[in-house]
């Protein structure tokens, strides 16, 4: 029986499946690890939702032995006649188990399927990778053999890897590349190295584009490598909910373009994203957005701190004293002193700084009284605090008696956890500011921090 070490939170898994006869594996992700009780794995899949005009990715409870982990890619291999392969369906989001029945030139190939009543099919090599049966927690074939080739292979041509420059790109392999179109300046989009013509440039092959004359065949452009990147590394676990004034890029008109979380929707399955770049402010599903990061000198490298907050200089006993910490534009909290909503913060943006640790904030959530427009006060420096920084790593339970803090009435409320149903996934939290008992959704909540002499704590 396979360890429970594959199937904790945050791994990458296939589910195996049959379709058409076919074998099959889906990509997902692992939610929550088996209990002691419950033996099945929940997981949330990749590529298949549910939902009508906004879906959202399918979850459900696998048994262990349908489930094996994320295959290692091999993005430059080449295969022959009679190869056992996987070839990815983009249109079923799965691997098929298939074999290679002919080889075809600039790196094509035919492949039939196993078991099932398909036709065969003209594949790129980009979309197969060698089949491999999961037995006992190891791979069959094993990598051990490859590893081994590749290493002496390696040692044959160290002086070679010592001279190779950092910014090339083999080909076949996925980069991002910037566009220099104005209309979509500050955009990135997709697509895959088909050869290296020298002096840094490249001819690659969109994959979300096509030519204009109505026939099916990718566009390709020549390429600077100073315009491309690698493709971000992906979040594991991916991010629960992102919080308002976080930087993210978004997955919009075909292109990753770099935003803001301006407004949180749908108990965060969806946001308000100000796109930097155009000043548009498009609705984006949460699976369609991930964490920013920049590429500098061939590393990924999230965005300053200091981007975000700008702490005093000194410690001082009294946030009174402080002259101005937040900056303008900056994203922040704003803790509300009225009757019945105290111990609630509010997401704003600093407008200006009045002087005498006063500002003026633009609230993200509450509006005028003609709902017309964002509504703007006067705050004091000790009612303002920055975003807290998300503190949940993977799939998280709360406990009884956690503290924690609410989405309720455009704001998050700090309250306890009273109550907690069977599957972890509504919880009851009690305020004792207000004396009351509500019922919240799991992603209506977040842990509970305080801030304190610029620094965050649990509360």
């Known amino acids: 029986m396979t360890s429970d070490r594959f199937w904790r939170g945050g791994n990458r898994v296939e589910v ?46 696998v048994i262990p032995t349908r489930l094996r982990p ?22 079923e989001g799965c691997w098929v188990r298939g074999s290679v029945t002919t080889v075809l030139e600039e790196s094509r190939y035919i492949v039939e399927f196993k078991g099932g009543n398909r036709p065969e099919i003209e594949v790129d090599q980009f979309d197969l990778r060698l089949h491999r049966e999961w037995q006992d927690g190891a791979w069959v074939p094993s990598l051990l053999q490859q590893s081994n080739f590749l290493e002496s292979k390696a040692q044959s041509i160290k002086l070679k890897i010592k001279i190779k420059r950092r910014d090339q790109y083999e080909k076949g392999a996925l980069v991002e590349v910037r566009s220099e179109e104005k209309a979509y300046e500050g955009s990135w989009y997709c697509a895959r190295i088909l050869c290296l013509l020298g002096d840094d440039q490249y001819i690659v092959e969109h994959l979300k584009f096509s030519r204009d004359d109505g026939e099916s065949i990718p566009l390709r452009d020549v390429v600077e490598a100073n315009n491309m990147r690698p493709v971000p590394p992906s979040e594991l676990p991916p991010v629960v909910c992102y919080e308002p004034g976080v930087i993210v890029d978004a997955w919009f008109n075909k292109r990753w373009w770099i935003g803001r979380v301006s407004k949180v929707l749908g108990g965060g399955s969806k946001y308000s994203v100000f796109i930097i770049s155009t000043g548009e402010e498009p609705t984006i599903l949460n699976f369609n957005l ?6 500098i000198n061939g590393q990924w490298v999230y965005p300053s701190k200091e981007e975000c907050y700008k702490p005093p200089l000194k410690k001082l006993k009294s946030c009174e004293r402080v002259e101005k910490v937040f900056n303008n534009g900056l994203m922040v909290e704003v803790r509300s002193d009225e009757r019945g909503y105290e111990g609630s913060w509010f997401s704003a943006k600093i407008v200006s700084y009045l002087g005498g640790n006063r500002y003026t904030v633009e609230y993200q959530t509450l ?6 427009e964002l509504l703007k006060e006067e705050a004091r420096g000790s009612d303002i605090r920055p975003i807290p920084p998300p503190l949940i790593p993977k ?6 008696d956690e503290d924690v803090d609410a989405w309720y009435n455009e704001g998050w409320w700090s309250g306890r956890v009273y109550k907690i149903n069977k599957n972890y996934t509504r919880y009851g939290v009690y305020f004792k500011t207000t004396d009351e008992r509500l019922e919240f959704a799991y992603n209506h909540l ?14």
Request: proline content about 6%; some cysteine.
């Open 16 to 61: 195996e499946r049959l379709v058409s006869g076919a074998t099959a594996y889906f990509p997902a992700t692992v939610v929550n690890a088996p209990s002691v009780r419950k033996k099945h794995v929940w997981v949330e899949h990749e590529s298949l939702t549910v939902g009508g005009s906004v879906s959202i990715r399918m979850k459900e409870y």
């Open 395 to 400: 799939a998280y339970r709360y406990e009884l």
């Open 70 to 91: 994320s295959p290692p890619r091999e993005l430059n291999r080449r295969f022959k006649a009679d190869d056992e392969v996987d070839v990815f369906r983009d249109s």
């Open 367 to 372: 509006k005028t009284d003609d709902e017309r």
């Open 446 to 459: 977040r842990p509970c921090q305080v801030w304190r002499n610029g620094k965050w704590s649990r509360a």
């Open 290 to 295: 991930r964490p920013h990061k920049d590429w």
